[in-house]
């Protein structure tokens, strides 16, 4: 059940017809030439039961072309209408090769000046490892791919059970409400589609991105002197538009080395903050980067920042921006629709 087929020698593409088009086609289709490309035999224009527009063989005889569930011809007919109403050049069931000849045939191929997308409607299940072999190959080929792939049955799924990389951008789906939902965004698969093509999904960050960092502190009594202190808690980390990508605890040893080395004594001193600095503690046995007294410069142990993140949600923060620099603090990276990472259940 292909999207598009030939008419009078010409290839035409089932969403580009409206209501009123579709409707003329199907009464004066058999006074015209009208073809299966996979095939060459006679089509027949239909629409389904979900309303998807769609050719179909006038006789199946021969032809091996693999048959698709209605489900997977109506998300790859609502792809390719999004993706045109978006100034795209939209050509379904579209067949290309590698340089070194392997083929491809994207379920929607999508084209805008020097930018090419290939869109994947995968309604069975697949491996990992297929999944990035395909992708491969959209790779080899200069095409950008995006995956959308149904989640079978009621089962709850981590944001975690998925591959997250730049490498494999694929998002489950499932049917909800009498729609298709990307489920990660909780968004509708048509409205995902036009975001993708507006920009608005992005791999963040990225080396050299300017980001927003707070380091998140608290008050606290020191062990020795008693005097009130702060000691720093947490590295909360944000885009340049602020929206939030992880927190990083300051027992993270890099993120104590990051704090030392970008963020000056006198900021942390008049934030009531000790030093940022190596000492040694008599329960660990060695040296590690530690909070400080600002008055007396004792080691306030990591036991005190652990605890006050799980018992303080009363915390300031010093603002600092920074050029990420994953050799200096790697974050976890990840696919961003909207601004948001997403949920991490569903």
């Excluded at 100034?87 to 805008?112: N, R």
Aim: proline share 3%; net charge neutral.
């Amino acid at each position: 059940m292909p999207l598009r087929a030939t008419l009078n020698d010409n290839d035409i593409q089932s969403f580009n017809y409206d209501y009123e088009g579709w409707a003329s086609l199907k009464e004066t289709y058999k006074n015209q030439s009208l073809i299966m490309p996979c095939c060459q035999m006679k089509a027949v224009p239909k629409t389904s039961k979900l309303g998807t527009q769609y050719f179909a063989h006038a006789r199946r005889g021969d032809c091996d072309s693999n048959p698709e569930t209605k489900e997977h011809i109506h998300l790859k007919f609502l792809i390719a209408k999004v993706a045109k109403q978006c100034g795209w050049d939209v050509i379904t069931e579209h067949e290309g090769y590698t340089p070194d000849g392997e083929k491809w045939i994207a379920d929607v191929y999508c084209q805008k000046g020097s930018s090419k997308l290939a869109f994947e409607v995968q309604w069975s299940h697949q491996t990992i490892d297929e999944y990035l072999r395909r992708t491969e190959k959209y790779t080899k080929s200069g095409v950008r791919c995006a995956w959308l792939f149904r989640l079978k049955g009621k089962r709850e799924y981590y944001r975690s059970d998925f591959v997250e990389s730049y490498l494999l951008p694929y998002f489950s789906f499932r049917h909800k409400d009498d729609e298709f939902v990307v489920t990660r965004y909780d968004t509708p698969i048509q409205d995902f589609v036009i975001g993708m093509l507006s920009g608005h999904l992005a791999w963040l960050p990225k080396k050299n991105d300017f980001l927003n960092t707070r380091i998140c502190y608290t008050e606290h009594d020191c062990w020795r002197c008693r005097k009130p202190i702060n000691i720093i808690t947490s590295l909360d980390i944000y885009t340049s538009q602020d929206n939030f990508i992880e927190t990083l605890p300051f027992t993270n040893d890099l993120v104590a080395k990051w704090i030392a080395n970008h963020i000056s004594e006198r900021i942390l001193w008049k934030c009531g903050i000790g030093t940022v600095k190596m000492r040694y503690s008599k329960t660990v046995g060695g040296e590690y980067m530690s909070n400080g007294c600002v008055h007396c410069d004792a080691l306030q142990g990591n036991f005190f920042d652990t605890h006050e993140l799980e018992y303080d949600n009363d915390e300031s923060f010093i603002n600092y921006q920074w050029s990420y620099s994953p050799d200096e603090l790697p974050i976890n990276a990840g696919w961003f629709f909207r601004g948001s990472r997403g949920r991490s259940f569903y």
